[in-house]
């Protein structure tokens, strides 16, 4: 009888853990935080597509990028952009800039502004880190100096940094 106590206490402790972790899980981190970001975000300016629960703005990007699948584009053309990633300009429009839209329930802030992309990669404080890259990718082009961070990323950019010399590219290049 006992060991049916203990038992039964061992169950009920595991489920109020799965519990814990399911609100934590699908309430916090799928409901409440993509809201309580959002509104953030409007008292700041910054507007966007609304969220729509575990699929953010995925939907409605696949429906924009089949409407343009018929679109053909003139070779001399340099505009690729309604092509390829219609969203970012539409949104552009409607919401102005910079915006905020979900990939899935992460936010994501799409700016158009160039020296303001120069300082937020320029920026050491941390908060700007690179994506992971898919496991796929990096078996095909391995983790080169693009994919690489901290440490690793400035003792690899120290070594290749003397070849890329004005007077280097010049022998490199046909002659100039």
Known sequence: MAFLAVLLLVVLALLAVAATQLWDYAVVRLVWRPYAM??????????????????????????????????????GDHKYLPRIAPHYLKWRGQHGEPFLYWHGPQPRICIFDYELARQILSSKSGHFVKNDAHPTLLALVGKGLGFMEGADWVRHRRIINPVFTIDKLKAMCCDI
């Open 38 to 75: 959002s509104k953030w975000f409007r008292e700041q300016g910054i507007h966007g597509p609304s969220y729509s629960f575990l699929k953010g703005c995925n939907e409605d990007v696949r429906s924009m990028k089949e409407e343009t699948d018929r679109l053909v584009l003139d070779v």
